[in-house]
């Protein structure tokens, strides 16, 4: 079953993954914006080193790295279409500007993936739906969010035993056509379908036998509290989004190109 | 008055040409440990969801008679409210299982009505100490044993302390030695506990030895009621098809050929060990 092992989640702990959700994702969209803000690569570099020590303090660089690579594909993609375009509206000429221009676009996306992606790789879920469940979100909504990373495994486990099973019996999945291929699928789509219904049944029996829906203001066993570490982050949000304010607004970034005097 | 009372009740699921449960009356006192049994289809699990309200308010349908427990006309109350008097374990472990973690899942029904942190706090370690699964309530239900999980459920309806449980079947996903650590750990809670268990089993072998109230149903109706040692010696019971455990079956045999063991029919094979002891052990 080692295709599923990383659909479950498992708990880690780190300074990281022990802060709140809630300011963890409030300093996404910081970076986000900042990112936003710069269109030359020195800031937007700077943005990137910056989310480094949280990969190594949450001892993620490995899955960090791999969705770096997944990345990677796609901003390989943005740099050349950037540097196609320019190429083409600039009269088939080309300049260390351009280049420069397409890198610092290249290098925004990839900051957008980091910056999620640390987020992601740092938070686990049960953590996210305690958040979801404590801000305003209606709780069936955080309710559904924790039982789909709670089932999502076992349905693919059980995805997983239904294929075998239909092989067993002859059905070649690999065979034909696009549209024969995908009309393979109806036998293990089909019992699929027929045990989740059956599943969520059972799982409505089991929630109403366990008082869902008695009391209006439902409570909560944990309760997310600020720690120091949360403070700290909420701290660096803002004097991240004060010094892009005032470079975006006072400074005149240089280019890299202007220190080899290009 | 009796904990749980049935009267001359029937029910039809939606759609269905015949009834489920016909005409059933059944007594069950306080801190009974209570046996159902009988052939596959015979309405067990239907019975079970008349006794907190998902048979008829879950499943609708049609419904005739009576029942009460703890005193509350469970054809007029919601589910939810007969949550803390009657809390339901059902057969497979994985689909009673909804959060991320096992103490999270023991917090559920408490959560859901209400009740504070302290206090939630004291009664879900509690209830995972009874229920053994203290060292590992930070798991994730993934990452335990089917047994686990199934004391992970037992535990989930015991915090919200109802007077009485009701398991339907909640071993056949088991292998025997885990099945028997949920047994053990049922009984404890009865005899410790005082808490009136309604066990719905294939498995007499393992389960009849805990029992002194056995309901043998066919047929969406009950056939025999009464004390285990006289309904699994009687005929009719194995005729129906109820699995009768190897030591009273064996004990049968041998009173057959004249072996002399007591009057005392025996429900496990310790029972029978002693019983052949006593009888020739000294040479
Ligand atoms: N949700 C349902 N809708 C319609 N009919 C049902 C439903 N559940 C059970 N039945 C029918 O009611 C009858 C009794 O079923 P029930 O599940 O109570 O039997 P059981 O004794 O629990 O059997 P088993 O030992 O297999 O669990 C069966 O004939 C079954 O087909
Ligand atoms: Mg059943």
Redesign the interface.
């Known amino acids: 079953m080692s295709v599923f092992d990383g659909l479950k989640f498992r708990k880690v702990s780190s300074p990281i993954h022990n802060l709140d959700p809630r300011i963890k994702f409030v300093y996404v969209i910081c970076i986000f914006v900042a990112a936003i803000m710069f269109k030359s690569i020195i800031p937007l570099a700077a943005l990137f080193v910056m989310q480094l020590p949280f990969v190594f303090v949450a001892k993620v660089q490995k899955q960090w790295l791999r969705s770096m690579r997944g990345a990677a594909f796609l901003a390989a993609f943005i740099f050349i279409i950037n540097i196609v375009t320019r190429f083409f509206s600039a009269g088939y000429v080309f300049t260390a500007f351009d280049i420069e221009e397409a890198t610092a676009m290249t290098l925004r996306f990839i900051v957008l993936v980091e910056s999620f992606s640390v987020f992601f790789l740092t938070t686990s879920p049960d953590h996210l739906g305690l958040a979801l469940e404590q801000s305003k979100v209606p709780f069936e909504f955080a309710f559904a969010f924790t039982t789909a990373v709670r089932f999502v495994p076992v349905l693919a486990e059980e995805a997983q035993t239904i294929m075998d099973a239909q092989k067993a019996r002859g059905l070649e999945l690999e065979k034909g056509n696009l549209m024969k291929r995908i009309r393979n699928y109806i036998p293990v789509l089909i019992p699929l379908i027929v045990s989740a219904i059956r599943r969520s049944l059972e799982l409505a029996e089991a929630m109403e036998s366990r008082a869902w829906g008695a009391c209006k203001k439902r409570t909560n066993l944990y309760a997310l509290k600020l720690h120091r570490g949360d403070y700290i982050l909420l701290a660096l949000i803002i004097v991240i989004l004060v010094a892009a304010s005032y470079f975006f607004v006072f400074v005149s970034i240089p280019t890299v190109a202007s220190f080899f005097g290009l | 008055m009796a904990l749980i009372e049935i009267k001359n009740l029937s029910y039809t699921y939606p759609g269905a040409s015949n009834p489920s449960i016909h005409d059933v009356s059944l007594k069950i006192e306080k801190g009974e440990f209570v046996l159902i049994t009988g052939p596959s289809g015979c309405g067990k699990t239907t019975l079970c969801?008349c006794f907190?309200g998902?048979v008829p308010h879950?499943y609708q349908g049609e419904i005739k008679g009576e029942v009460t427990v703890s005193g509350i006309n469970v054809l007029e109350k919601?589910?939810?409210?007969m949550?803390?008097h009657v809390?339901?374990v059902?057969q497979?472990p994985?689909?009673?299982?909804?959060?991320?973690?096992i103490?999270?899942d023991v917090?559920?029904?408490?959560?859901?009505?209400?009740?504070?942190?302290e206090e939630?706090?004291k009664k879900?370690d509690w209830t995972l100490k009874q229920t053994g699964i203290y060292d590992i309530r930070?798991?994730?239900?993934?990452e335990i044993s089917g047994g686990q999980q199934q004391r992970v459920?037992i535990a989930?309806?015991l915090a919200?302390e109802p007077d009485i449980i009701v398991l339907d079947e909640p071993t056949s996903f088991l292998d025997p030695l885990s099945a028997e650590k949920i047994f053990e750990v049922i009984y404890r809670l009865n005899k410790e506990q005082g808490i009136t268990v309604i066990l719905v089993e294939h498995r007499l072998d393992l389960t009849a030895k805990y029992t002194d109230h056995l309901i043998v149903m066919d047929k969406g109706a009950i056939r025999l009621e009464g004390d285990p040692r006289d309904i699994l010696s009687n005929e009719e019971t194995r005729l129906i098809g109820v699995g009768i455990p190897k030591a009273t079956l064996l004990y049968q045999m041998l009173k057959k050929e004249g072996f002399n063991l007591g009057d005392k029919t025996p429900l496990s094979s310790d029972e029978l060990a002693d019983q052949l002891l006593e009888a020739y052990g000294q040479r």
């Open positions: 969801r907190n998902l879950f919601h589910t939810y409210d949550a803390k809390g339901l059902f497979n994985e689909n009673q299982l909804f959060a991320l973690s103490e999270k917090a559920f029904g408490l959560e859901n009505l209400g009740a504070s942190r939630m706090r879900v930070e798991r994730s239900p993934h459920a989930s309806v919200m």
